[in-house]
């Protein structure tokens, strides 16, 4: 999609947009961080920096790092990610865009998410967030 066409698109036509990227480029990913807790990511790594710059852009969220080839016949590339919370609100942003392979995966790092953070809460802070996820495993079971 051109800037000019960008410019002129709906908001969901842009979502839509993105969300096709997301799918055929990215990963969603339940990180391990240096401090030894796990987060939901979503990233996408290409070599086309100005759909990287307008991932980044449209969510405004995330980082853009450039990432060098790995090897000598591969091309340079950038790389988006967003980690944390802003990955979740992503995550429900894209979820009806995405194939069923990517919604099982989004459900599954959502899962291990609330699992996690309630074994260390007494409180059971994602309870909220665990019946969202339920209501969503059912409606598509449903379809």
Request: glycine share 4%; proline share 1%.
């Amino acid at each position: 999609m051109s800037k000019s066409q960008e410019r002129n698109s709906s908001g969901l036509d842009r979502e839509a947009f993105y969300a096709g990227v997301i799918e055929g480029e990215g990963c969603i990913s339940y990180e391990l961080t240096r401090k030894n807790y796990r987060i939901p990511s979503i990233s996408v790594e290409m070599t086309d920096k100005d759909v990287i710059e307008r991932l980044q852009d449209y969510f405004q969220k995330g980082s853009v790092v450039f990432v060098k080839k790995r090897k000598n016949h591969y091309k340079d590339c950038w790389r988006w990610r967003v980690r944390g919370k802003g990955a979740v609100d992503i995550f429900f942003k894209m979820y009806n865009y995405l194939s069923d392979r990517r919604k099982s995966r989004i459900q599954q790092v959502l899962k291990s998410y609330c699992d996690d953070a309630n074994s260390r809460d007494d409180h059971n802070r994602y309870k909220k967030l665990n019946q969202v996820l339920e209501n969503v495993v059912d409606t598509t079971r449903k379809l």
